[in-house]
């Protein structure tokens, strides 16, 4: 069997979960070279001896035998990265988003396709076994056709205001997962959304010029729906529930619960609260995105998520935007029109 | 203690309920005169002997030791009730709507007040003691500022396409009572609606011109909203369940099942189904209004819900009509202004 | 249709809930006569003109046209006044249990029996709903062939002390519903009994001779077996579960809560507690016994839980305090040569 | 920090699940050498260039290098071998049990101590993140005073018949992890055991001498108890549940499901069933316990899990199948005597 040589890019807090996964878990790839501005290559090579390491990422993708290039970087670098990964013929995971401006995100989506560089975004919620349980479900026809689509997204808590600043806003930054996977749950296109948008948080999300609370409809081509409620902040934790309805029933995707302990006493009957944050809820959808990259590569199969996965979020995510600001439906096509006029 | 004399208009469905509940539980209130042009004198007065009974409302209406009016007739028959009930300054509770008709609706709502007489308004579901208990949580605090309240409510299967035709609509006939949740939880008033609406259950809806799918938002006065998903026919029936999220917490109200009972075999771990349809569901709801409007009657209080909540209700639900056939966001105020010019 | 005519003897806690149930809810029974030591004659009729009413039992039960008995005074007085009813040919409804006495409770089932005068005892548990659905499961084939019937049995608080003196032992006062519960789900009779008793709760229960907390094993006729958990004090409530386990699956009945509200805050997710005690936990299992108790006079059916079973439980009950006593399996037969030697 | 030189003894169904643990997660720790009498050296060596390999546990366990011995081999091997890791002064990983009698138990648990030699048994339920959840609140006092601990215990299937021929019996074989699991939730001895047997799942178990349904009451020191519930085979599969009910409260670990998705349709709302077998439902057990293992080597900690709990729960096991044989509640002091004499 084919072994896939990787190239990590960034070693940050997402870096390592994917760092460690390949190093743990497949056999059918390794990670032969990092890359990492921040990194002392002393301290790297003493740890990975035989690992080659490069502040530069230029120097590591320029490595003949890599096979594939992993993008964990921040967002402001993903595009440049992606279109010299595919200057190197080199296949390319990449987390989301691949770009905050739209144009750009288009142009890599389509540079990638006719390059015939294989790649794949990190809409790792996808790969959630629950998620994918559920998507499989409806697949199957276990709730017939499916008429709405319902996702709570909250996250447990603001990020720093620094951080709200340079993340597009809570539309491209947070929703985009939850619009890639109301696409994903109905495998249907989006045509319209309308949204409201709150800084009911905390003031400074306003004056930084976000929102950190908003409801979203998404229309689907067939005209049935979705509805997305997403909080930057629940008291309780990191809230992600799934709900599909159907004409021949409904599908709930409930939290993941630190622990399966019931405490009853004379205040009440309680449960433990959900996993902490994405590091952990998702901890095995980062393992199995993973796992379908490698395979996607092995057996020259389509890769689960790609450019265009991507680019139809951003366009959500800039439709919802727009529909904020202008408090009315916003139809995708208006997205399209200007993306081309920007191209 | 007073005793309230009660004349019933309609023996129907949710007459025979209210009819049962007064009769078995509240000592404090007595029926004494019975409408219904369907019913024989002769049969009822068998059964009833105690109880005046007549085919004509009018008749009933008139006697003088008559407290309160019960009017559980057909919708297109409440409004002339309540009017002669004023006329005859007797008391009244109504089924809703009060009319399909906006003007009149907001007509008979400043009628009753100006004349003083008390007029409660049968939304019974404020009267579930589970959404009264999570009511009482928002109003303690337990769950901070409300954020956004989330709405399910579904039937168990789509009415007799006529029921249809005469029923006002989804949003008149079915969703006011979600619309008037929403208003109830959150104690607020709702200034502007979007929805989108469905007709995907049977083509015969369409063609009688009605919806049996929707989706409604809410905005509440300070910006935050409800959302409201309905449909006519969940395969595994009546669905009613509530979320409320806040800066402090979460209330979830799930649905009333059958049994306590679990079944785990081969094929899974199995519950039984909720309650089938809102007799079962609501049966505690209609005793606790009919417990709130005779304790109003006897101690001269406020009728816990009224003509402002009735216009209020129908307001929102002509706007979330207009906002589906127009797919804008619509504002109550242009609903209040359509009022007046019709007045 | 007949109509049933009743004359409730005790107008305590329980005797209400019987005495409002009848006149609420059935059309086929009245109560026509009553009689409790504790009221004053005058004060009864007020309220209930239409009911005959009397201090001295013995007066009410002579009534000609009394049908049946209802016995709800304390357990002391159950013998005399079910054998005076049996001398008076009226049927009989009796709280459980029939006496303290073992030779008792075996010399009035057959005495009723010989008398052909119908006799059911309020094992009132076997009529709630959801215990009613699992035993329909467990008749119906749904787990197969049942292995091990599990019951947990705890109660809110323990009662006062002079209760537990006069209570006949936390076995033949508590653990007696369990008993029974157990032979009702199983539809087998019990062969053997291992018990283990505990004063844990309160000291002052040691002293009155008594056990607060209690682990029977019951084993039935085929060497299937129940086990059952009894504590007088939960500190989260009344705790009441089944669980049934056979070759096909299982089936579990938890708790009744007292709302489907779910509290989701920073400490945890909250469900509510279950019901407080009896009254309400058990409210339809009361209406229900009641219901088939009149309904077995009417239509001349067999009582649903008779002598027999009152016998069985009482016997299960002796058999468990003398395996505690003598820490060893006790078999009924032990219990039954005991009755025969007293007889 | 010291490296822990690994010998492992066993490549079997767990004997992999060790070595892959290991591998994988544990920076601390290295097999160094493997032993399977089954397996080809030259295979083994393909895969695994950098380990020692021998299809002889001696010479495995001579090298003078290995630290740590696990031993994962069959049971009638496994006194033997931790016989020769002492002489060879090497610590001790071993499955349970270390020996189907229990004078030999005994002596190799004193052996272990006398030696100084570190013995660890993988009683690794204890390790479980929900289990250790509950034992930590229980030594918080969350639930007060424990009264009572209830286990219930189900495998998904029977065994081959000829496995049960050489288990040792349903108790030594399944159950013994049951034991353990009481004594480590209460933190008490337990002194005293009935138990109940049957063979209803298949007439082959009988044939063979054994039970594969029983039902074991514990009693610990102080006379509070455990009630331990077994089957050989639950339809829905493997059932892993733990109730703990103190004078403070109650505490319930539920079965692990294969997902959190819940599956509402015209028979009913679905819950997955629970996790297949101990490979998966355990699986974090094995890794925690490996790492607390490995942890107690390094920094010179007590074992967690030690050969006096082994004894413990052997003798319980003991004491039980004495009680179903005898029909009595059998003392672990006979038990104890039985040893003496033994030994």
């Known amino acids: ?32 070279a990092v890359a990492d501005p921040q990194l002392s290559k002393n301290f790297f090579e003493k740890q990975y001896s035989h690992i080659f390491f490069s502040t530069d990422p230029n120097e590591v993708m320029a490595q003949p035998d890599v ?13 440049d990265l992606i279109e010299k990964a595919i200057a190197n013929r080199k296949n390319i995971f990449c987390e989301k988003p691949m770009d905050l401006s739209l144009e750009r995100t288009a142009a890599l989506s389509e540079m990638a396709e006719e390059a015939g560089v294989k790649l ?53 930054d947070m929703a985009i997962h939850d619009f890639d996977m109301a ?36 229309i689907f081509e067939d005209g049935t729906y979705a509805v997305i409620d997403n909080s930057r902040k629940a008291a309780y934790g990191y809230d992600q529930r799934l709900e599909i309805f ?17 405490l009853y006493n004379e205040s009440g009957i309680h449960h433990a609260l959900p996993l902490d944050f994405f590091m952990d809820r998702y901890a095995k959808s980062y393992m199995k995105e993973m796992e379908l990259f490698i395979d996607a590569l092995i057996n020259n199969k389509e890769m689960p998520v790609g450019g265009h996965d991507g680019l139809q979020a951003t366009m959500i995510a800039f439709a919802a935007k727009l529909s904020v600001e202008e408090n009315r439906p916003v139809k995708l096509s208006e997205i399209n029109v200007t993306i081309k006029q920007l191209a």
């Open 67 to 79: 096979d594939a290039i992993l993008i964990c970087t921040p967002t402001s670098t993903h595009a």
């Open 1 to 32: 069997m084919k072994q896939i040589n990787i190239a990590l890019l960034g070693m940050g807090r997402i870096g390592k979960i994917h760092f460690k996964n390949i190093e743990q878990h497949f056999s059918g790839a390794k990670i032969i």
């Open 183 to 218: 696409r994903y749950i109905m495998g249907k296109e989006v045509t319209e959304v309308f949204a409201k948008g709150l800084a009911v948080i905390d003031k400074a999300v306003a004056d930084a010029g976000d929102i950190d609370t908003a409801l979203t409809t998404l």
């Open 120 to 172: 794949m975004l990190g809409f790792n919620r996808r790969f959630d076994p629950d998620f994918m349980e559920a998507r499989k479900s409806v697949k199957e026809g276990k709730i017939g056709d499916v008429q709405i689509v319902k996702i709570t997204s909250r996250d447990p808590g603001l990020p720093p205001i620094d951080y709200i600043k340079n993340s597009g806003g809570l539309f491209m």
């Open 246 to 262: 159907g004409n021949g029933g409904m599908i709930q995707v409930d939290n993941n619960l630190h622990n399966k302990n019931i």
